[in-house]
C-alpha cells in the first residue's frame, strides 16, 4: 500500500442536529463530558469521532457532547457500514469502558440474561458488578474453577455472552452472603465471595451455624488475598471449640 494513500477523510460541522445515536451504545458520563470540555476550552486537538453513512456514532460520544457543549465544530470521520458490532468491539477494545456500561448497552438491547443481573443489583444494592457476577454465573463451573484458583473469562460479559443457569440460586446464595455483613466488613470482597460459594458446595455445611460462630468470634475473620486463605479461616472460625465429631472440613478442594 502507498504509504501516502488517503483511506478517509475529516469533516467538520457546527450542525449538531446532524449526528444521532444508536440504542445501545454506553449511557453519556456527565463527568467524563465535563472532564473534556474543560481540556478542549484549553486546547482543543483534532480528535474526530467516527460515524457511519446514517450520521449514527460509532465512536466518541463523549467528545461530540463536549464539543457540542462548548460550541467547538465537531470533527468526524464516515465510515459506511458500521454499526452496533463495530460498536461493541470499539467497547471491548476501549479501556474507558466499565462493566455497568456493558450492562446498560445489553438491557438497552434487550438481552435477557442482562435485564435478570439489572434486577440482581437493585435487590442486592451493596453488591459491585464484579462480585454478583461471580455470584450470578455457572456457579459449578464456577466454584470448580475458583476452586484451583483460575481467572473466569473476563470477557464473555462484554461479549454479551453473560450466562445465569440458576437465578434462584444466586438469591440464595446472596441472601447468604449478605448476612454476614455485620460481622466481616470485607464481606462482597470477590475473593471472599468465591471463597463461600465453594464452602456453599461442602455437604454438611450450615450456614446459620456459621452465622451464630462469626457473631461469637467474628475478630478470626480478616481480609486474606486468597481462596486458599479465607478457606483456612472460614474452617477455623466455623470449627472453632467444636467437638471433634461435629467438625466439618471446609479446606478441602
Known amino acids: 500500500m502507498n504509504q ?30 465535563a472532564r473534556l470540555m474543560k481540556s478542549f476550552n484549553s486546547k482543543y486537538l483534532l480528535c474526530p469521532i467516527i460515524i457511519n453513512e446514517k450520521f449514527q456514532i460509532i465512536d466518541g460520544q463523549h467528545r461530540f457532547n463536549a464539543a457540542r457543549a462548548c460550541e467547538l465544530p465537531v470533527n468526524y470521520i464516515v465510515v459506511n457500514g458500521y454499526s452496533l458490532p463495530e460498536i461493541q468491539v470499539y467497547n471491548t477494545n476501549m ?23 439489572k434486577n440482581f443489583l437493585e435487590l442486592f444494592p451493596d453488591f459491585s458488578i464484579n462480585s454478583a457476577e461471580i455470584i450470578l454465573t455457572n456457579k459449578r463451573q464456577a466454584v470448580k474453577e475458583i476452586v484451583a484458583d483460575k481467572v473466569i473469562n473476563k470477557k464473555s460479559f462484554e461479549a454479551g455472552e453473560l450466562v ?3 437465578y434462584d440460586e444466586a438469591i440464595l446464595n446472596a441472601e447468604r452472603i449478605t448476612k454476614l455483613k455485620p460481622y466481616f466488613k470485607s464481606y462482597l470482597s470477590a475473593t471472599f465471595v468465591k471463597s463461600m460459594l465453594a464452602v456453599f458446595e461442602v455437604d454438611g455445611y450450615d ?12 475478630y478470626m475473620l480478616e481480609p486474606r488475598s486468597t481462596i486458599t486463605q479465607y478457606r483456612d479461616l472460614i474452617h477455623q472460625v466455623y470449627n472453632y471449640k467444636m467437638p471433634k465429631a461435629k467438625k466439618v472440613e471446609l479446606r478441602r478442594m
Not at 479501556?95 to 443481573?117: A, E, H, I, P, V
Not at 450456614?207 to 467474628?218: A, E, G, K
Request: aromatic share 14%; with cysteine; hydrophobic share 30%.
Open 4 to 33: 501516502n494513500e488517503v483511506i478517509s477523510q475529516v469533516y467538520t460541522t457546527t450542525d449538531y442536529n446532524l449526528f444521532k445515536t444508536i440504542e445501545g451504545n454506553r449511557l453519556v458520563s456527565k463527568t467524563h463530558v
Open 95 to 117: 479501556t474507558n469502558w466499565k462493566k455497568s456500561d456493558f450492562l446498560s448497552m445489553y438491557c438497552d438491547l434487550g438481552y435477557d440474561q442482562y435485564k435478570r443481573f
Open 164 to 166: 445465569i443457569h440458576d
Open 207 to 218: 450456614h446459620d451455624r456459621f452465622i451464630m460462630r462469626m457473631r461469637l468470634n467474628s
